[in-house]
């Protein structure tokens, strides 16, 4: 069992950086693929960014890339989401996923272990 506690969330201007991070329990961290998804109110849970567990290799949704960077470090138990030049359309509730698997999915389906969200609401 994995367990996944989210935080950095906030209120930020549009134009402004956060970082999101997720602190994951267990010694098996290392072996996991992990995922950003994201959910705003009245939408259905979208993926945004995720990460091989080597760290080796990342994905992101187009409407991130190149304002969002994915990273872990393995040693801390902990994955990073670095959101920079954020956008009124970025605000949602930010959910940090484990999948029992070393490669990367976008599908919210191929997860096993979600943490509890974590709120962004970005002000134009």
């Known amino acids: 069992q994995v367990q996944l506690v989210e935080s950095g969330g906030g209120l930020v201007q549009a134009g402004g950086s956060l970082r999101l991070s997720c602190a994951a329990s267990?010694?098996?961290?290392?072996?996991?693929?992990m995922g950003w998804f994201r959910q705003a109110p009245g939408k259905e849970r979208e993926f945004v960014a995720a990460?091989?567990?080597?760290?080796?290799?990342?994905r992101y949704a187009d409407s991130v890339k190149g304002r969002f960077t994915i990273s872990r470090d393995n040693a801390k138990n902990t994955v990073y989401l670095q959101m920079n030049s954020l956008k009124p359309e970025d605000t949602a509730v930010y959910y940090c996923?484990?999948?029992?698997?070393?490669?990367?999915?976008?599908?919210?389906?191929?997860?096993?272990?979600w943490g509890q969200g974590t709120q962004v609401t970005v002000s134009s």
């Open positions: 990460i091989r567990s080597s760290g080796i290799s990342t």
């Open positions: 267990g010694r098996t961290f290392s072996t996991y693929a």
């Open positions: 996923a484990a999948r029992r698997a070393t490669v990367v999915s976008t599908s919210l389906y191929d997860y096993d272990y």
